[in-house]
């Protein structure tokens, strides 16, 4: 097989004096940051479907992009032909891990026969792609969204039959995730929702998904998968209502179904933003919630409403989402993947490189700044002081359950309290940020 | 006592053809429809804080309006005669109730004992006042947001004596509430939230959250009030974000600490536009979530981010929100509150009237729209049409969890399925909707 | 040629009483309002391009509709078999006009000459469709954003061959616009904007547009072409930014070019709401700047941010719309072209007419409800009245720049002003509009 | 005088080592980068509303803050004691401006009489504290917008004794202004707007303010005033809608009256972002039309949808910003006025100067990483490749005017053109960025 980049090859450090494009300036993955190596930390991962399967078409024009890859054929060997560009690339990129949707991987044919066998063939190819290059699977997923079977959605759909069919691709691509050692599973609802409230039946729906997520984890510990179960919250696009909407919204779908133990969420940037949420918010809700599973690191565009999906290339941004993972304990079976694409008019080769070297340097800046964050966590010990009323008897009393509502009363009134307000500092913990970015 | 409103005499409904301003033209509050009184419907309310206690200020300005009861004096002679005028507007516009914070009745005064005092002493007046007028409490709630004290929030707050001075207020306002008779009892967590995730500690602040809420219900039962607690979301202003950012988000919440089937929410317009929600949704959701406690009547703009509590003026989305409610099984113990303020260039004292008869005419216009859409419920019987696949063998026993995820997938590959989408009619739908609002 | 719509006969005027999903019940082309025919007034047309050449397709997934008219075959007989069923659709539906895109007609092929070829033979068959059918042309336009030579604009592209490439398409389509005697040009600049400012030089591209606009014009000049030259304004999407953002910043760059008087604008309700404009605003602002050409009528879903193409389906909206244009003076050239899609799940064949035929009736009510508005023209009056300071003789003086800064401050101290402000009546005006609206 | 900011010395340049939080890590006033010192650069100026007279108020609830300068008693005296302490504060922040409102400097009483006399007094007052401390007045501005009588908007009042009164305003305030050497006059128009279309006359209001702004000039130049005029575009907020909506509306404003080459934009980061458009995005406009004035230096929430004026924290964004504005040549008697408040919460009177003090290093990196872009200017050579092609004679001779679009369309046929498009390199470039920023 024809090395597809022949321009480029392994991206190796070469430190920021570096003037070379395709090298790392910041990201060493064998540099130690608080005890482990940013490799281990980041646990970075490319997707097969932003780089290699997407064509640079937009809802106002076909595609741009004239890959060596994209050819006309029996499926599997054009499957295979992706499949070598996509490990190649990996392989020159020196990241640890990919990911997936099953249909990204090979066509999925004319009919459920032949997806099955598609895939099956596919799975083989890959497993021995992962065993020449090493490059790992971060998560696999099915794509349960694109086909116009699912145009109403997939467990949610009215048609119990789509509903088979989807489990149908979940069966399989879990298997093959499985299989391939892959270190999570992820379930985006891509059109699990809503176009219009004037056909749809709310409840009947989170039924339907509810009990969807519970076949999933069931047959998870059927299969002895050792994955993390992943949901991927996103409020809106394709469908004007996505019921995975953010995380506190995933958190409470999870309570009802009695999932919240066995189900974590994949965290979007782009995706936060467009619930209304900062990316830093939905990571640290979902860390305090105890759910936090995986990252898509990428970006939107602040004042497009659809998910841009663009390279992260924010320091700033990615310093205090990175700061949240590590206060959270960091990745156990997550990592980094970018969900990410060049934009449309970047239709070079290339571009697909300096796209992900620049990102990956980003979250290795990020990464480095976060760490001495926590090196010397001032905002912890400012956030510690400024709740520590809280560690005195009446306080502890309160969270204990020890306390009415009416005991507490009396107290103050017999107390008759009159507690000020003390400054919370934000200008100064913002100037302490810039201190730990900038130097 | 003199009379405030003397230009306008008790507000009547006087049908389509009446050009005069002060009446109704289509509520008539004895007017059945689907079996209960119009009036029995929409238990419509006046909200203190907006039509007697806002000065007509904004953020650029100080107030406009010049109020024959925005005077000054001692504090419980001024409480009265603002209690005057506003029981004299309730029972001139003919709605049978109306809703207060603590602080909109009486100033706080300057001490914990002189708020318990002033605000005893008020609670008698109203007491006197609805006895009066028979205008009924639909709810009550304690402003735990405005003071300085509360800048960092309430039961959230970093102080617990914040927490036990808020925990006083709700303890006062809780009582009072019982003592009038109130249907319900409100809690808007207006600072409970955060202006930067830099000093905020999420889940310490949830917990606090979490117990502030049970020590409400314990409370309530203790009290014997048979009324229902509400949680009012929304999803930011004036934090950054606040924690009960929607009822997706509160109903998680609720769950979490076991009080799902304790606490209802009571869901605003223009809260649900500012999280990116339509009305409809969070009403479809609370319902679907059995949930939904009461309205905030109002609407925002759609193209200003900020609450701006106008009255609701849309039959349209006034019609598909009502529908939803009297899907749900309409109101219990909850109504339409008028959580509306006329605009700050709205100084005239009569506008106050015009605002709310008006938006009660969406009300009634509302109801009687949707009362014909449920007389004859197409868009019900279209939906069980469209998810009637789910009532065969195979959809029953997915949902009753007979089926595992292998199971269904070995028997979507066995029959080779190859479910086709079928319309969603959306148009058609919304045509229909329009042929009951429009004839 | 076979029909294509076979179970749709002509959709007629049936009244508000019919159940006949397929027929009109307000829209009575020929009754006379406010002087005019229905028809005259709305000059309603169809577009080629959202009901004959979307496939159902979005970002997340490719077409679900299988039209008849979606063939393969050579370009022109492909282009017939969609012109016919386009035609029979614009007949049964009557309405008056139809709108195009060069692309929507036939395919541009793989050379220029082949473009101006296929397009040609193309308009040939459109004339004479035309002639069979009595449908005429509200406009056409040229599509010089979806090929991927447009990536980075067509008038502002850096390469001056993609200039020349979108001044070909521009000359051939209003060359045949003017033949097929369409009462308008539209040019829509898609992509003319920016992904990123890294790359752009705002100034040079700002240039090449006011030329490529110029040239335009000079050519309507000589062609003789009588219809009105029309920009549609959007803010953004596909582009992080486009030039014509909103009506107020198209008459800023006509002013520039010196443009002002020869082109106005087509303006789209779906692109007022993501400039972050009501579509009401949009419309007066144009009409007070005397810009106002023609509209695109839809609309966007208020929660999702990306151009949602709807069919209008709220007379409330409508009528405000409706009432600006009457009192701008009505269409001209203009006319109201259904820039609406049916949502992708609307994959019937009888969903394009449901569509159209709510949409079309939505207008007719709009338009009933906004001439009632005139006829008694209430707001107008309070307005006058409201401004009628400025009849007086300062207010004229100021108006005809006879007094200095100056001059009027020592006016104002000498006489000791203390103006105060009144009632802007916002809530009785609503109540006015509701009344018209509801009766 | 007693000092009031006791605890704080004047703030001194010790450079990134330092751990003093009240010194400048970055900031050193007399360093040269490109040419001139980073004072000169900068022009650093602190704005006396946000800091010496909001009392930490918002919509939900009263002044937080207790400022030693918040007294009671004659107007004289108390506006003494504030600029007193406002002189105190500039003075030991080391910047070398401040900007004003006529009302923040005084009580404008309760007659014009008594605003003319009150701010005459005052203006005598600021120019001996100037003269003593070496301060200067970046730029004044008259509140219009925030008394009652201005509630329906002051050039745009329908009642033009309230014109008159914004004009005695303008008047008195520019004349302030001219003689404290002010190098700029600023007028924001914050209600000159509509709440509401059904009581607006736009064209009528456009006509008023367009006057207005004449008048403003014209008396400039009366007054011989050598500064610039600015009108500060925003896009809402406290209006629905504001007439100076963003750069573009005002620049059509401008020309329609003949201002364009009078009157330039005071660009407001938050407002730019909540008209839709990134803060680089209303700079790079501004500069391209010829119209950059000054910048208010602030930032918004990205999910809050109002003007939080926080201070700016992103050294990412404020480089892009600092960039356009130095190729634009810097600004001449513009500069950076922190237009940006401490939280609600940061009731400290030290908060006051770590808020400015951290925005001023983020100003101080901005200009130096910008510096750095513009001294090997890699993004301009890149941007003069990507246009090369419009040197050549074809694209020179179509911006000459010297093309018809019948001559391109002819060339482009007869040579068959068949352009392509080619990468725009949007990845590369924010690689480049980023290399600029963190080394």
């Given at each position: ?8 090859g ?39 479907w932003?780089?290699?399967c ?6 106002f ?36 891990f ?11 044919g ?9 895939f ?72 699990e ?18 009990r969807?997520m ?16 992943l ?43 467009l ?10 809700t ?40 590590l ?5 156990t ?18 571009d ?30 400012l ?16 969270l ?36 730990y970015?900038?130097?």
């Amino acid at each position: 097989m024809a090395e597809v980049f022949a321009n480029v090859g392994k991206v190796r450090f070469e430190g920021p004096q570096s003037d070379n494009l395709f090298a790392f300036r910041h990201y060493n993955p064998d540099e130690v940051v608080l005890g482990k190596t940013m490799a281990e930390h980041l646990r970075l991962a490319v997707c097969y479907w932003h780089t290699f399967c997407w064509p640079g078409s937009d809802v106002f024009g076909p595609g741009v992009f004239e890959r060596p890859w994209f050819k006309s054929g029996d499926a599997i060997s054009v499957a295979k032909g992706k499949a070598d560009a996509a490990f190649e690339f990996f392989s020159k990129l020196s990241v640890p891990f990919y990911t997936f949707h099953d249909c990204d991987v090979v066509s999925e044919g004319h009919s459920i026969g032949e997806y099955v066998e598609n895939f099956a063939r596919m799975t083989d190819y890959l497993e021995q792609k992962q065993a020449e290059t090493g490059v790992k699977l971060l998560w696999g997923t099915a794509n349960v969204f694109s086909n116009p079977r699912y145009a109403a959605g997939a467990a949610t759909n009215p048609n119990p039959e789509v509903f088979a069919y989807a489990a149908t691709q979940v069966f399989n691509a879990m298997g093959a995730t499985h299989r391939l050692g892959g270190a999570n599973y992820v379930l985006w609802g891509g059109r699990e929702g809503y176009e219009t409230l004037l056909n749809t039946d709310l409840k009947r729906e989170r039924a339907q998904l509810g009990r969807f997520m519970q076949m999933v984890v069931e047959h998870k510990h059927k299969l002895g998968f050792k994955g993390t179960i992943l949901i991927e919250p996103k409020p809106q696009e394709p469908t004007k209502h996505q019921y995975d909407y953010d995380s506190a919204t995933v958190y409470g779908f999870l309570k009802d179904f009695g999932l919240e133990k066995e189900i974590k969420v994949n965290i979007e940037a782009n995706h936060a933003t467009l619930a209304g949420h900062s990316f830093q918010h939905e990571i640290a809700t979902a860390v305090s919630l105890g759910i936090l599973g995986s990252i898509d690191a990428n970006r939107g565009d602040p004042q497009n409403g659809w998910d841009t999906d663009q390279f992260p290339n924010s320091v700033e941004e990615m310093t205090l989402a990175t700061y949240e993972i590590l206060k959270g304990g960091g990745f156990t079976t997550g990592g980094f993947n970018f969900d990410s694409k060049v934009r449309r008019q970047s239709s070079d080769l290339e571009d697909l490189f300096l796209g992900h070297i620049g990102a990956i340097d980003v979250l290795a800046l990020a990464l480095k700044r976060a760490a001495k964050m926590i090196e010397k966590d001032t905002l912890a010990e400012l956030k510690d002081k400024r709740y520590a009323g809280w560690n005195g008897e009446f306080g502890k009393q309160v969270l204990a359950g020890q306390q009415s509502l009416e005991d507490v009363a009396q107290w103050a009134i017999s107390n008759n309290i009159a507690p000020k307000h003390v400054s919370g500092r934000q200008e100064h913990l913002e100037n302490i940020v810039n201190r730990y970015i900038y130097g």
